[in-house]
Each structure stands twice: as structure tokens, then as C-alpha cells.
């Protein structure tokens, strides 16, 4: 039982589907609300905007504890 289809796979649902059918396994979405393409879209564009914005985050959290660590090494 899966909530979403796309939690399962973000695409190729149907073939996923169809060999589950073919050894008798049923797949069961509970969350069966149909979206637009255009919402498929735009969540699948939050999704990326988001994993960039925390990779340079992170990266410049890194470069600033570098930073720390190399002026408190300059103190010792």
C-alpha cells in the first residue's frame, strides 16, 4: 500500500504496474488525487530549486568552518 504513485516510482508507474499485475500483486494507491501536469511540474521544480539551494548552503557553511578553524589555528 503506497500513498502517493509517485512515492513508488516517479516514473514508469505503469510498467511497475503491469508486472506486479502479471505475478498477482496488487498495488494500492490510498492518496489517489490526480494532479495536472502543470502541478507536476512546478512540485518537480520546488525539488530541485531546493536540493541546489542546499548544496550551496552547504557549501558555504564549510567554507565559513574552514575559515574558523584556519583563523583559530592563526591564534595558536
Given at each position: ?76
Amino acid at each position: 500500500m503506497i500513498l502517493y504513485k509517485d512515492i513508488l516510482t516517479r516514473f514508469g508507474f505503469e510498467l511497475i504496474e503491469n508486472l506486479c499485475n502479471k505475478y498477482g500483486i496488487k498495488i494500492e494507491i490510498i492518496g489517489n488525487t490526480e494532479k495536472t501536469e502543470e502541478q507536476e511540474l512546478v512540485k518537480d521544480l520546488i525539488r530541485i530549486v531546493t536540493v541546489f539551494s542546499c548544496k550551496l548552503q552547504g557549501r558555504r557553511a564549510n567554507k565559513a568552518k574552514k575559515m574558523i578553524k584556519e583563523l583559530v589555528n592563526l591564534n595558536d
